[in-house]
């Protein structure tokens, strides 16, 4: 069964660092993803992505972040300059269209901790 | 706006117990309710979906009605196993926000022998 996958599980890395989180998405979705979840807060929409570019982000998703699809395959979230706060799992999704009947397929995760 | 609010956990159960997990939301527009599950150490998996009003999705013993007029969409399962130890998300999308998902905060089950 097709699935998309994360790497890596877990990365720790230091505060002001520039991290790079990494997914591939189903082969043939066309919609791309990210989410976070800070621990023991709700899953959070970050960015849409879609013919190679950004359609919606939320306000959590400002000048820190940004999203690239750089070969057709992978989907990357790139954080500049890491905060304290940024330690959250961080989610890749896809979907193959838009519309009521919809499914989006998640991986498996990224654990980023900041310290 | 769009949001969903879910019953806090932990839940814990033993095995063959009614399992209910309550989720209630708010909506600008005619959302596409969900059910996602989270087994430990995976990534979230679709439990089931229902599209509009009065439909009822269903998966692994597991069933949900869209209810519009209590704006509702309620977990039950009539006898958990250990194996649905998991958290459950609820979770709306709106074609009219780009079909983004809005998530609860999901509810961790343990069932226990």
């Known amino acids: 069964e097709p699935e998309v996958t994360q790497t890596p599980s877990h990365q720790v890395t230091q505060m002001g660092q520039e991290v790079i989180l990494r997914c591939v998405p189903i082969s043939n979705h066309l919609y791309f993803y990210w989410y976070r979840q800070i621990l023991g807060q709700k899953v959070e929409f970050l960015v849409s992505?879609?013919?190679?570019?950004?359609?919606?982000k939320s306000e959590i998703f400002d000048d820190q972040f940004s999203v690239e699809r750089p070969d057709g395959s992978n989907f990357t979230l790139k954080i500049r300059s890491t905060k304290l706060e940024d330690s959250a799992m961080y989610f890749c999704?896809?979907?193959?269209?838009?519309?009521?009947?919809?499914?989006?397929?998640f991986g498996q995760g990224t654990r980023l901790t900041v310290v | 706006g769009n949001s969903v609010t879910q019953m806090e956990g932990p839940v814990t159960l033993s095995e063959e117990a009614f399992l209910t997990i309550n989720c209630t939301y708010t909506?600008?527009?005619?959302?596409?309710l969900f059910w996602y599950v989270q087994y430990p150490g995976e990534g979230l998996q679709l439990l089931l979906k229902?599209?509009?009003?009065?439909d009822k999705g269903s998966n692994k013993g597991f069933e949900a009605t869209y209810r519009k007029e209590t704006t509702s969409f309620h977990l039950e399962k009539g006898s958990v196993q250990v194996s649905d130890s998991a958290v459950y998300f609820c979770a709306l999308s709106d074609i009219n926000t780009g079909n983004q998902f809005y998530f609860g905060t999901g509810t961790s089950l343990t069932v226990i022998p």
């Open positions: 992505f879609y013919n190679n570019e950004i359609s919606e």
């Open positions: 909506a600008t527009g005619y959302p596409s």
């Open positions: 229902a599209t509009k009003a009065d």
């Open positions: 999704a896809s979907s193959g269209d838009r519309g009521m009947n919809t499914e989006a397929f």
